[in-house]
C-alpha cells in the first residue's frame, strides 16, 4: 500500500517560516492536499492540489510538491497556527493520510 | 455549505449502529462523501467513500468487510454502519466531501464528526 511519511513534530518561533514535509513515492506524480486540525476541531483543508487554497485560507500558507516529497509552508506563523497538520493524496486507488505532523510555535 | 453528522454514540460490544452525515446548501447527489477514522489521539484514516448520486463505494482495504457505507440521495444523507461493533471501533468519525465531481480530490467540507465509544 502506499504511504505517506511526515515528522511527528516542528517547532518555530512566531513571525518565522514553518515547514512540513510530507514524503512518499513519486508524490510529485501526484495531487497533495494538507488538512489542519486544532484540538477538538474538525480537519479543514488549507491546500489542495500540491500549491491552491481554498477560499479563506490566508496567503501565510503555501505548498508545493515535486520528486518524492510535498512540503507546506507557513510563512510568517502566528499562534493560531499551532495545530495538527496532515497531508494526503490518492495512491493505489485510496485515500492515504500521512501519520500527521504537531506544530508548536513557541 | 455543510454537513451536519448524527450525535455522540455509545453501544456495547456486539451491537450494530448506524451514524449519519446530511448536506445542505449543495448538490448533494453530484458529489462523493468520504469517512474517516479518528482514534482519540491517533491521526486520521480513511475508510471509503460513496457517490451520493448511484451508491458507487469504494472502501479502504483496511476497512472493507468492517463497516457498510450508503446514501439516501432523497435526503441527502450518507451513512457509516456497523453490525457488530468492537471496543476497537471506539473513535471519532468523520464524514467529509470531496472537493469536485473526481473521486481522488481533496476533502473540502468536513463534517463535525461523531464520537462513538463501544465499552462493555
Known amino acids: 500500500s502506499y504511504e505517506l511519511t511526515q515528522p511527528p513534530s516542528v517547532s518555530v518561533s512566531p513571525g518565522q517560516t514553518a515547514t512540513i514535509t510530507c514524503s512518499g513515492d513519486?508524490?510529485?506524480?501526484?495531487?497533495a492536499s494538507w488538512y489542519q486540525q486544532k484540538p477538538g476541531q474538525s480537519p479543514s483543508l488549507v491546500i489542495y492540489?500540491?500549491?491552491k487554497r481554498p477560499s479563506g485560507i490566508p496567503e501565510r500558507f503555501s505548498g508545493s510538491n515535486s520528486g518524492n516529497t510535498a512540503t507546506l509552508t507557513i510563512s510568517g506563523t502566528r499562534a493560531m497556527d499551532e495545530a495538527d497538520y496532515y497531508c494526503?493524496?490518492?495512491?493505489?486507488?485510496?485515500?492515504?493520510f500521512g501519520g500527521g505532523t504537531k506544530l508548536t510555535v513557541l | 455549505v455543510q454537513l451536519v453528522q448524527s450525535g455522540a454514540e455509545v453501544k456495547k460490544p456486539g451491537e450494530s449502529l448506524k451514524i449519519s452525515c446530511k448536506g445542505s446548501?449543495?448538490?448533494?447527489?453530484?458529489?462523493?462523501i468520504g469517512w474517516v477514522r479518528q482514534v482519540p489521539g491517533k491521526g486520521l484514516e480513511w475508510m471509503g467513500n460513496?457517490?451520493?448520486?448511484?451508491?458507487?463505494?469504494r472502501y479502504s482495504p483496511s476497512f472493507r468487510g468492517q463497516v457498510i457505507i450508503s446514501v439516501d440521495k432523497s435526503i441527502d444523507t450518507a451513512y457509516l454502519q456497523w453490525n457488530s461493533l468492537k471496543a476497537s471501533d471506539t473513535a471519532m468519525y468523520y464524514c467529509?466531501?470531496?472537493?469536485?465531481?473526481?473521486?481522488?480530490?481533496?476533502?473540502?467540507?468536513w463534517g463535525q464528526g461523531t464520537m462513538v465509544t463501544v465499552s462493555s
Open positions: 467529509a466531501r470531496v472537493w469536485g465531481q473526481q473521486l481522488a480530490n481533496a476533502f473540502d467540507i
Open positions: 446548501a449543495y448538490r448533494f447527489s453530484t458529489y462523493w
Open positions: 460513496i457517490y451520493a448520486g448511484d451508491s458507487d463505494v
Open positions: 513519486k508524490l510529485g506524480d501526484k495531487d
Open positions: 492540489e500540491d500549491t
Open positions: 494526503q493524496t490518492w495512491g493505489n486507488s485510496a485515500v492515504v
